[in-house]
């Protein structure tokens, strides 16, 4: 009889491991490669409102990444006149580029992941293959300060992984209210939306979606943005 309890304890303690889609989506992220040289196109789009009106920015960029650093090949944004050099100031690493998010995604889910913790993992079925649905509570990693103010701070989010722990999307939740100057308060939610892809086993940005709305000193905010990225031939 104890070798039969001892034996279903083991069996149960090694589908728990199994099913810890978390660890699964932590151990897919690291063993994904930087992956070979690509060329993208990347469109951004902002819209906020102004004076009544909606303010719509849009951007393309044409873009090659690799292991020598990032290239920007085309861009619809006007060039910023070139600044006289600085001995002193600091110089941009190789590879530097405000599309690293999208270039390379692993990184900064690893980041957020680090303090992250499951909720809930549930089977799905995602664009016809079979899928895990992650719930996980995530670490906002503010300050002893910020947190001294805070009336309400929650971070969730949810993740879709593959049978092989690579992410297919996920959405994010964080919502914030906060005291400001002892009476005033400010209020922030943000939802995000983010679809991945593979490339020649590199992990890339399909599309990233955000909404932003938002209350400060008895004025309300909003804004979205929206960035798409192709792999070029």
Request: charge should be neutral.
């Given at each position: 009889m104890t070798r039969l309890i001892l034996?279903?304890?083991?069996?149960?303690?090694?589908?728990?491991?199994?099913?810890?889609?978390?660890?699964?989506?932590?151990?897919?992220?690291?063993a994904l490669p930087r992956g070979p040289k690509v060329r993208l196109h990347i469109e951004e789009e902002s819209r906020e409102?102004?004076?009544?009106?909606?303010?719509?920015?849009?951007?393309?960029?044409?873009?090659?990444?690799?292991?020598?650093?990032?290239?920007?090949?085309?861009?619809?944004?006007?060039?910023?006149?070139?600044?006289?050099?600085?001995?002193?100031?600091?110089?941009?690493?190789?590879?530097?580029?405000?599309?690293?998010?999208?270039?390379?995604?692993?990184?900064?889910?690893?980041?957020?992941?680090?303090?992250?913790?499951?909720?809930?993992?549930?089977?799905?079925?995602?664009?016809?293959?079979?899928?895990?649905?992650?719930?996980?509570?995530?670490?906002?990693?503010?300050?002893?300060?910020?947190?001294?103010n805070l009336k309400k701070a929650t971070h969730e989010a949810t993740v879709w992984i593959g049978a092989d722990g690579v992410p297919l999307a996920m959405d994010q939740r964080i919502e914030i209210k906060a005291r400001v100057l002892l009476v005033a308060s400010v209020w922030t939610k943000v939802d995000i939306h983010i679809r991945y892809q593979l490339n020649q086993g590199r992990l890339l940005v399909l599309e990233e979606r955000s909404d932003v709305q938002g209350s400060a000193m008895g004025k309300s905010f909003s804004a979205q943005e929206t960035t798409r990225c192709s792999v070029l031939p």
């Open positions: 034996a279903t304890a083991l069996a149960l303690c090694g589908t728990l491991l199994q099913a810890d889609g978390l660890a699964d989506l932590k151990a897919a992220l690291k409102p102004e004076g009544g009106k909606d303010r719509l920015e849009r951007r393309t960029v044409r873009l090659e990444d690799g292991p020598e650093g990032t290239k920007v090949l085309e861009d619809s944004r006007p060039v910023a006149p070139a600044k006289k050099s600085n001995p002193g100031a600091p110089t941009a690493k190789k590879g530097d580029s405000p599309f690293q998010g999208i270039l390379h995604p692993a990184v900064a889910l690893l980041e957020q992941l680090d303090k992250a913790r499951l909720v809930e993992e549930t089977p799905e079925t995602r664009e016809g293959k079979p899928a895990r649905r992650l719930k996980l509570a995530m670490d906002l990693a503010l300050d002893a300060e910020a947190k001294a």
